[in-house]
Nanobody
Framework: QVQLVESGGGLVQPGGSLRLSCVAS????????MGWCRQAPGKERELVAG???????HYAGSVKDRFTILSDKVKNTVYLQMDNLRPEDTAVYYC??????????????WGQGTQVTVSS
């Protein structure tokens, strides 16, 4: 079992920045990839960014060049640095850890979610 604890969400104005953190504990040797998914009201959960244990990264087109995913293996933590935030980035952000990058709810372990609201 892998446990994930997220932090760092909040309210920010358009153009602002936030950094989300996801700390993994438990059977972390099972983790091949970690990522961030988000879900806005009335929309499906989408993969925002992911990183493999080998350091390969993936970004959704809508966040490329604005978001950066980083991992700290010593701290078992993955960060999502979000810059130049837009109102359409408003959503609940979830951390996932498992065999591959995914937003499938029945794959891997999930954090509790953290709300990000971008509004003036």
């Amino acid at each position: 079992q892998v446990q994930l604890v997220e932090s760092g969400g909040g309210l920010v104005q358009p153009g602002g920045s936030l950094r989300l953190s996801c700390v993994a504990s438990g059977s972390i040797f099972r983790i091949n990839a970690m990522g961030w998914c988000r879900q806005a009201p009335g929309k499906e959960r989408e993969l925002v960014a992911g990183i493999t244990s080998g350091g390969e990264t993936h970004y959704a087109g809508s966040v490329k060049d604005r978001f950066t995913i980083l991992s700290d293996k010593v701290k078992n933590t993955v960060y999502l640095q979000m810059d130049n935030l837009r109102p359409e980035d408003t959503a609940v952000y979830y951390c996932n850890a498992g065999p591959f990058m995914t937003c499938m709810s029945d794959v891997g372990s999930w954090g509790q979610g953290t709300q990000v609201t971008v509004s003036s």
